[in-house]
């Protein structure tokens, strides 16, 4: 319930530089998705106008323009899953999971930290243009984030994987990395 707490404040307050479109917005608008069938894991309650039906699984959203709503105990299989902004929350049994939603061949593309991030502090902008500072604080793997928004604090753990962590998927047959911005990757995997 607190988790579902968090997410709800956090989409409420999220600094605009997560919502603009960034090389992984178009790095997805220049694949071709056409008949195949889409999951977006940890999508938010917005859909990319860019995509067009596709199912999400996120345990804390309700309200959604998305399709279908999964869980992580659906028997459902893709051609292809997404998560943007939302691979470094998930736990290391989810990736276990997340390859079984994939059919042989299927693709699993993401967005991640190419280094380890280091501890800084953000100042930016909220959509509705209130002020946020964003403390970013490392400790082995996890990097600890806390958003102020005024009177608002919101604290989550993020999980930092290496690309090493990505390679052992077992599943994996081929990963292609795509560097962009300061400190960013599109990872493309075909199971
Ligand atoms: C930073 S937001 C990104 C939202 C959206 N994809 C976007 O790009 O604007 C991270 C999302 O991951 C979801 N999330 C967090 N933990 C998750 C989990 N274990 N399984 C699935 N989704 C999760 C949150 O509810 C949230 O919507």
Known sequence: MEELKIWKNYRKLFPSRYLE?????DYLKSQNFYGKRLLSVGGGNKKPEYLNEVDLLDPYVSDTDFNEHI????????????ARGSINYLLTIEYTRLQRFLIDGGEL????????????????????G??????IEVVADI???????????IEHNIYYRTLDFFYRLDRLKELKVTNYGKNSAIIHIII
């Open 21 to 25: 479109n960034s090389a992984f917005d």
């Open 130 to 135: 209130e002020i946020t500072q964003e403390k």
């Open 143 to 153: 990097i600890k984030h806390k958003l102020v928004v005024n009177e608002h604090t």
């Open 71 to 82: 869980t992580w105990n659906t028997l459902k299989t893709y051609d292809v899953v997404i």
């Open 109 to 128: 593309i993401f967005n991640t930290f190419l280094k380890r991030p280091v501890n800084k502090t953000i100042v930016g902008v909220t959509l509705g």
